[in-house]
């Protein structure tokens, strides 16, 4: 299908929207009817046709106004944007695996035209037609893993494997929940997940990790995490905590329909060919709880996941302030029904 832009914001006036097609395809992450965090992955081949798991890198009709909001975050705040000097190949490696799989899975959208290291690159939504020489940063107007994630939906944390561990050497992190690449850059596995409850102590950690090392190229994984923002806010990052963390107080029994939302995050996983780093894109999708109840299934279970969720993990996932709010709002459309496993 051909994509309809939407013109919006995710700060400021919030014009974000999602569109019956977007609330149809939302990714609702949630199994049954309790939520605790597992080691969730699975492989990233494809899924059913329209869904945001069809393509390598999905995009969708907020791709335009996100990648301005990301624009607008860099221009403010460059640091969020850092590759160790030892991750340039792991750049140009990214840039390669997004320009292939967009122009062959977007044809109509993306274009890329390769002679040797001569490459010309199209991106017709953006309105950028760029000729350079690949592996030759001069002749692109950023470093290539920048360039290529000013026009990719999604945070990118690019990881260097060495010593049995990764390694948060470079990434794009502007669309975050609450965790900053300032501060992680040079961290492993461990040190950057030391925040997270009950996770390390359940061992989801060491095996996840352990999977991932022995990611291929080729076979990419997937996962889903997700959590709660008040606003359909993309930048919820500690550096701009003063700016959004006080929102989460305008809350009342009459906007929590509308200004709470779901935030999901597809985190797939991919090898990278050159550099062996692991590539981790992190695309947030937002949608408002009122679209939510709009299909009865998830309006039903999201109220069982919110209301049962353990103290600890609502309290790191910043809504236990919210959450009796949530839950009153969310109970009038939990008609006690039973639900049955899957989505
Ligand atoms: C949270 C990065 C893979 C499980 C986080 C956080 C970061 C992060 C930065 C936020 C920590 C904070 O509070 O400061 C990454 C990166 C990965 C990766 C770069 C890829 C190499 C995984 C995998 C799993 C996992 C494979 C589990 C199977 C979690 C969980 C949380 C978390 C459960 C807490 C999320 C929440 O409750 O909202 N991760 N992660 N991560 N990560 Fe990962």
């Given amino acids: 299908m051909t994509i309809q832009f939407n013109d919006e914001t995710f700060r400021g006036d919030y014009t974000f929207k999602n569109s019956q097609w977007a609330i149809d395809r939302f990714p609702f992450p949630f199994h049954e009817d309790n939520y605790m965090y597992s080691v969730n992955m699975e492989q990233h081949q494809g899924g059913p046709e329209g869904s945001v ?6 995009v969708d009709e907020h791709y335009v106004s996100e990648m301005k909001d990301r624009a607008q975050v ?7 944007c850092q590759s160790l000097p030892h991750m340039t190949l792991a750049g140009w ?22 002679d040797g290291n001569h490459w010309h690159w199209i991106n017709k939504p953006m ?17 290539p893993m920048e360039y290529i994630t000013r026009q990719t939906q999604g945070d990118f944390a690019v990881l260097d494997q060495r010593d049995d561990n990764l390694w948060m050497d470079a990434g794009m992190v502007t669309t975050q929940a609450d965790w900053s690449l300032d501060f992680d850059i040079g961290m492993n596995f461990f040190e950057w997940h030391a925040p997270v409850p009950k996770a390390h102590e359940m061992g989801i950690f060491v095996r996840a990790l352990k999977f ?21 806010l993309l930048d919820t990052s500690p550096e701009n905590y003063h700016k959004w963390g006080v929102q989460k107080t305008t809350l009342t029994p009459e906007n929590v329909g509308q200004k709470q939302h779901l935030r999901v995050e597809l985190q797939t996983f991919f090898r990278l060919p050159r550099s062996n780093a692991l590539v981790f894109p992190i695309r947030c999708y937002l949608i408002a709880l009122e679209d939510v109840v709009s299909v009865p299934k998830w309006g039903r279970r999201l109220h069982r996941v919110i209301r049962d969720l353990p103290e600890e993990l609502a309290t790191y996932k910043g809504f236990i302030d919210n959450r009796p709010l949530i839950v009153d709002y969310l109970s009038k459309f939990d008609d006690g029904l039973a639900t049955s496993p899957g989505i």
């Fill in 53 to 58: 798991y069809e393509k390598r890198f999905d």
């Fill in 74 to 80: 860099l221009a403010e705040d460059p640091l969020r």
């Fill in 93 to 114: 490696d990214l840039l390669e695996l997004i320009m292939v799989s967009k122009s062959e899975d977007y044809p109509d959208l993306f274009e890329l035209h390769r």
């Fill in 127 to 143: 309105g950028i037609d760029q000729r350079f020489t690949f592996m030759d940063e001069t002749t692109l107007p950023y470093g």
């Fill in 212 to 232: 991932l090392l022995n990611v291929q190229q080729g076979s990419p994984a997937r996962r889903l995490n997700w959590t709660m923002t008040v606003n359909p």
